[in-house]
């Protein structure tokens, strides 16, 4: 799961951000409107959870602007106690949830992975691929009901292909996706067909199909065996 979170208090971000990271997933943060605009306009995003008090502008500016730019993106807002009146109106420009400050870590954490349940796997918790079942509340992949160990951008990387199924995946897009802010310090991208060279081999060892398909010169798709 790729998450952007826009929070502008640094003490708060942190703990956020090693909350979510804990739970296996991609964060990405920034503190101001424009920064917010300028990363969803470029990457994208599995949730975005904004805090609508901002130094720069309203939170609710980029609850429209995510509507606008991807409106498949999970919005989880971020409100204060009293804020009946950015609830009512964050929820009628598209939000999806949110959570009133001050808030349990765990509270969040479930109301994430709850939005994400809903947005991406229609309410489920399994998903299925010809012989290959992906549990994501374990975080465990079964290959003809056998546990199939991965490491974990392996699994990062197969549930990424499961999402995007018969869609063409540039090597650039995987790296984006997998390690977020942190890829524009790579010099290139063969790294990436290390990992999916290595999950490969597993999933084939264990009887699954040959479900990734390199397409030369532009990258990767997750077919049908």
């Known amino acids: 799961m790729k998450l952007l979170l826009i929070e502008d208090n640094p003490h708060l971000t942190e ?13 990405e943060t920034v503190g ?10 470029v990457y994208e995003y599995d949730i975005i959870v904004v805090d609508l008090g901002l130094p720069d502008g309203n939170g609710l500016e980029i609850v429209k602007y995510i509507k606008e730019i991807n409106p498949n993106t999970g919005v989880l807002i971020v409100t204060a106690r009293n804020s009946i009146d950015d609830k009512v109106t964050g929820l009628d420009l598209g939000a999806d949830d949110y959570i009133t400050k001050p808030f349990h870590m765990a509270e969040l954490i479930a109301r994430v992975r709850s939005l994400f349940r809903r947005k991406k796997l ?5 998903l299925e691929h010809g012989v290959i079942k992906i549990d994501i509340t374990s975080s465990t992949v079964k290959i003809n009901d056998l546990v199939l160990e991965l490491t ?30 942190h890829i524009d310090q790579a010099d ?3 790294f990436i067909y290390t990992h999916i060279k290595n999950l490969r081999k597993k999933l084939q060892k264990e009887g699954a199909g040959e479900y990734i398909k390199s397409v030369y010169g532009m990258g990767y798709k997750f077919v049908e065996a």
């Open 15 to 27: 703990d956020i951000l090693k909350g979510l990271s804990d739970q296996a997933m991609t964060v």
């Open 152 to 181: 974990k951008k392996e699994y990062d990387l197969l549930l990424y292909f499961f999402y995007n199924k018969n869609k063409m995946l540039t090597k650039e897009s995987i790296a984006e996706h997998l390690w977020g802010d």
């Open 188 to 190: 290139n991208f063969d």
């Open 122 to 126: 229609k309410g489920s918790t399994v």
């Open 32 to 41: 101001l409107v424009a920064d917010a605009k300028d990363k969803i306009s």
